[in-house]
Every structure is written in C-alpha cells, then in structure tokens.
C-alpha cells in the first residue's frame, strides 16, 4: 500500500517569510500533485509535477519533484495572508490513477 | 464552464437511514472518483469509473457502500443503513482521461446521528 507523509502537519508563519512543505512516499510513482483546500472548500489543483526534476512555480508557491528520493517539496516564498489554507500532495501509480493523498498541511500566514 | 457538482451539500441522517449522494462530473470526462475525507485528513480513495464501468471499488469500506454510474456520466454513491462512522465529507472528481490531474467537486457533508 503506497503511503504518503506530509510535514509539517501545521505551519503559523508570519507574512513576508519564506518556508517549505515536504512530501514522501513510499513506492515508485512518477506524477505528483499538489492541491488547496480552503475550509469548508473543494480541492482546487495547484500543480502537477510529471517527471524526475520536475519544477513548476505559481505566484509565490513553487513546487519540486525528485522520484528517486521519492520527494516533493512545495516552497512557499514571502508569504502572504490568502495563501493561509491546508495544501495536500496526491501520488498515483500509473493508469486507473486512484490517489493516495498526504494528511495535509494546514498553513496559517499570519498579517 | 461548469466544474464538478454534487447534491446535496448538506445531509442529516439518523442512523440506519439510507442516503443517496449524487454527483454530476465535467461534461466528457469518462474517469469518476469517489473519496471520503474524514475531519482534518486527506480524502481517501472510494472507488472509479471509466465510462460506466466500475473498475476499482477497492475501497468501499463495506458492503453497505454502493456507487454505479449508469449512462456513464452522473454518479450515485449510496449507504444503506448509515452509521455514525459513516459521518465524513464524500468528494467526486472527475478527469477527461484514464490518469492526470482530477477535478473535484464541493463535497457533501454527511452528518449520521
């Protein structure tokens, strides 16, 4: 059974820092996703990474992907108040791609 | 354009009630998940359906979960006999092929007292 660990789980930083949001996984998977949940909220996609090196970046979050750590990061640069949220990563293995999603990270930007 | 749907939004059922949860996907998308997240985790893979046919229902966690998905388009997730553990929120998603990124809808919030 493939597993999926986020941390930290929780994260209170102030406005205009900078962090990173880990991801690991437990089995080989090429393509990782991240998502946005805000509360009481869908998942809304943010990136899909779909190879080894893989580097994808939106406004201030940028996300990374090294399968043969079976790693991904998501960095978060000069943070800001509407990116408060819970981000989860998701690793499928391959065709009928059922997600294995992360418990989530729940980001608390504080002005 | 229309993303993915769900009714209802909001469901109380007294336990051993059977519920019935719709889903409306993306117009064309031939793959249809079901998850179930439970407070302050990650959703959890129910099941799948490419077109209308189920090809993984791994995991319903017993035999009172039922989904189908007849014409290949909307989806119908159903507990019979609800229990208090069957209190979460149930998530569809939907995506245009058989693997890549799926897009989810809002949820219904299931409430078993």
């Known amino acids: 059974e493939l597993k999926v660990e986020q941390n930290p789980l929780f994260l209170s930083m102030q406005e205009g820092k900078n962090y990173t949001i880990y991801c690991n996984y437990s089995?080989?998977?090429?393509?990782l996703y991240w998502y946005r949940q805000d509360p009481g909220k869908s998942l809304e996609s943010l990136f899909v990474?779909?190879?080894?090196?893989a580097v994808k970046q939106e406004g201030r979050l940028m996300a990374s992907l090294d399968t043969k750590a079976r790693l991904s990061t998501l960095h978060i640069t000069a943070a800001v108040h509407d990116l408060s949220a819970t981000y989860f990563c998701?690793?499928?293995?391959?065709?009928?791609?059922?997600?294995?999603f992360g418990s989530g990270t729940k980001l608390n930007v504080k002005p | 354009g229309a993303g993915v749907s769900q009714s209802p939004r909001y469901k109380v059922a007294k336990r051993g009630q059977d519920v019935a949860l719709r889903c409306d996907p993306i117009?064309?998308?031939?793959?249809l998940f079901w998850y179930q997240q439970a407070l302050g985790q990650g959703p959890e893979f129910l099941t799948y359906?490419?077109?209308?046919?189920?090809?993984?229902k791994s995991g319903l966690p017993s035999d009172r979960f039922f989904a189908e998905r007849p014409e290949g388009s909307v989806s119908t997730l159903k507990i019979q006999r609800t229990q208090q553990e069957d209190s979460a929120v149930y998530l569809c998603?939907?995506?245009?092929?058989?693997?890549?990124?799926?897009?989810f809808g809002p949820g219904t919030r299931l409430t078993v007292l």
């Open positions: 998603a939907s995506s245009p092929s058989s693997r890549g990124t799926q897009y």
């Open positions: 089995t080989t998977s090429d393509r």
């Open positions: 990474l779909l190879s080894n090196g």
């Open positions: 998701a690793v499928d293995r391959g065709n009928f791609n059922k997600f294995y």
């Open positions: 117009s064309g998308h031939v793959s």
């Open positions: 359906f490419q077109n209308e046919a189920q090809l993984d």
